[in-house]
């Protein structure tokens, strides 16, 4: 085993993501400044990734199980964050004739996977696709499949941490609360793959019958027991921002209604006053509001 493997789709698919963001900065000469933090994430994000998938980290993945796991945490849960925090999608908004990607974040779908509890039911649904069963050892057993594999992990791995990057200024408190309950219940859900892992007595994956073979390397439970630790850990911990990130959001969606209230209320006392008791609406000013009728409906 070479201590540098070469992942092409991912080397490839890195440098057309460069060469799309210099452009895009080019496009921006003379319209705005572009904060330069966002381009140092975007780039270290990239070099990341392909630190992670080339070097020699990439050439232990074929031997040791927790290796291969923590490759994968590190494309779904880690490496996400800086690219996203290089605000491709702001960029794509900003620069002119480069707003194909921004039409697509824009889009309802786009608005669906910006929600934060989209992101964090995909954690344990996407740890029991690529951790659990055939997908491990498909990944070292077939190199282009263990390309695609990674790239499909990093591609799940923006959808997954693209609500902390994007703010969804259009749902509702009463919506946002409900996230959170969601989100609490989702913090015991992501537990459970790595409990399982953990606590298995037998494989859990074909990654063991398909491993290289070497007298250094522990025995298949110690191995799979030592990856279940650390999917449980990871899982856990990446739960909290997104808990932080939603209650974030319903403190500034409740100032945001309470700010329309104060407005809704003042508007309503002056025009009573200009029309006088007699012409003044007996009906609470709330229930005529467009935003708070339905939260303060009749009965």
Do not use: K
Request: glycine share 10%; proline share 6%.
């Amino acid at each position: 085993m070479s201590f540098l493997e070469v992942q092409p789709v991912l080397l490839i698919g890195c440098l057309a993501a460069l060469f799309w963001y210099v452009r895009g900065l080019r496009a921006l000469r003379g319209e705005s400044r572009w904060p330069r933090h966002r381009t140092l994430s975007f780039v270290a994000g990239l070099v990341l990734v392909l630190a992670v998938t080339d070097g020699g980290l990439a050439a232990e993945t074929h031997r040791l199980f927790w290796v291969w796991l923590s490759q994968a945490l590190l494309l779904l849960l880690v490496l996400p964050i800086p690219l996203l925090a290089g605000q491709p999608i702001e960029l794509a908004r900003s620069a002119p004739g480069r707003l194909r990607l921004a039409r697509l974040a824009d889009s309802s779908i786009g608005r669906l996977f910006s929600s934060p509890v989209v992101g964090a039911a995909l954690i344990p649904l996407a740890c029991v696709v690529f951790l659990f069963g055939p997908v491990p050892g498909w990944a070292i057993s077939d190199t282009p499949a263990g390309w695609l594999i990674q790239t499909a992990m990093l591609i799940v791995g923006l959808l997954i941490v693209l609500p902390l990057i994007i703010t969804d200024v259009t749902s509702s408190s009463l919506a946002i609360g409900a996230a959170i309950a969601v989100g609490f219940v989702e913090l015991l859900v992501d537990a459970i793959p790595g409990i399982v892992m953990r606590l298995s007595t037998h494989p859990v994956t074909s990654y063991f019958d398909l491993r290289t073979p070497a007298l250094d390397i522990p025995n298949w439970l110690h191995d799979q027991q030592f990856a279940g630790g650390i999917l449980w850990c990871v899982a856990e911990l990446l739960d909290l921002p997104f808990l932080i990130l939603i209650f974030r959001r319903w403190v500034q969606a409740d100032a945001r209604e309470a700010a329309m209230a104060d407005a809704g209320q003042g508007g309503q006392a002056g025009q009573g006053g200009r029309t006088g008791g007699a012409g003044a609406s007996e009906e609470p000013w709330f229930l005529t509001d467009p935003q708070l009728r339905d939260r303060f409906g009749r009965r």
